[in-house]
């Protein structure tokens, strides 16, 4: 059974950092498109940042947090990570790490179940 589980979440003031992880079990991420996803209040749910597999390294970002997110996989400890720098109270949400065995960021099948993060004085 496919398994992940989102930490690292937080509050934090406008400008800080925080890394998010997203461990798998059931599977490994070498085998999988990565994707992080994120749900403000009352806002539907958007893509953030996606890598896929067997790509050396392709990675797409959305326009808001280019420069300032980069997401990483961990193959050994089967973890995949998202560095959030600079951040704004704008990326407030819950933010969801994502499975796919798909060679795209289209469709995702398998989700964790959520971190909350809070940028805010």
């Known amino acids: 059974q496919l398994q992940l589980v989102e930490s690292g979440g937080g509050l934090v003031q406008p400008g800080g950092s925080l890394r998010l992880s997203c461990a798998a079990s059931?599977?490994?991420?070498?085998?999988?498109?990565i994707g992080w996803f994120r749900q403000a209040p009352g806002k539907e749910r958007e893509g953030v940042s996606c890598?896929?597999?067997?790509?050396?390294?392709?990675?797409y970002y959305a326009d808001s947090v280019k420069g300032r997110f980069t997401i990483s996989r961990d193959n050994a400890k089967n973890t995949v990570y998202l560095q959030m720098n600079s951040l704004k109270p704008e990326d407030t949400g819950v933010y969801y790490c994502?499975?796919?065995?798909?060679?795209?960021?289209?469709?995702?099948?398998?989700w964790g179940q959520g971190t909350q993060v809070t940028v805010a004085p």
């Open positions: 994502a499975a796919s065995l798909d060679d795209g960021c289209s469709t995702f099948d398998d």
């Open positions: 890598d896929i597999k067997n790509s050396d390294g392709t990675t």
């Open positions: 059931g599977f490994t991420w070498d085998y999988y498109t």
